[in-house]
């Protein structure tokens, strides 16, 4: 069984900045691209930064300059720094990773359950 767990939201002034984690465990073989999602209320899930394996990155326009995307593959974590945050960033964040379990398994996308980044003053 294959757990994401994040971690690192919370409550932050406008201009302040974050780091989220994410660490992956369990039986796994071979982590490809991980990456963070966000979700406003009543909108869908949407992507916002992802990294390969090989550490080759990839942003959404809103984000970029301000946010950047880590990975320790020793440590099987992602991580997500997010500075000048504002208003519209606050989301629930997801972690997203795409993994294999064994040798010549098929690869399977796995979520993190979310952790909420508020924005306020």
């Known amino acids: 069984q294959v757990q994401l767990v994040e971690s690192g939201g919370g409550l932050v002034q406008p201009g302040g900045s974050l780091r989220l984690s994410c660490a992956a465990s369990?039986?796994?073989?071979?982590?490809?691209?991980m990456g963070w999602y966000r979700q406003f209320p009543g909108k869908q899930r949407e992507l916002v930064a992802a990294?390969?394996?090989?550490?080759?990155?990839d942003y959404t326009d809103s984000v970029k300059g301000r946010f950047t995307i880590s990975r320790d593959n020793a440590k099987n974590t992602v991580y997500l720094q997010i500075n000048s945050l504002n208003a519209e960033d606050t989301a629930i964040y997801y972690c997203?990773?795409?993994?294999?379990?064994?040798?010549?398994?098929?690869?399977?996308?796995?979520w993190g359950q979310g952790t909420q980044v508020t924005v306020s003053s």
């Open positions: 997203n990773a795409k993994l294999s379990t064994s040798w010549g398994a098929t690869v399977q996308e796995y």
């Open positions: 990294i390969s394996s090989g550490g080759s990155t």
């Open positions: 369990g039986i796994i073989f071979n982590i490809y691209a």
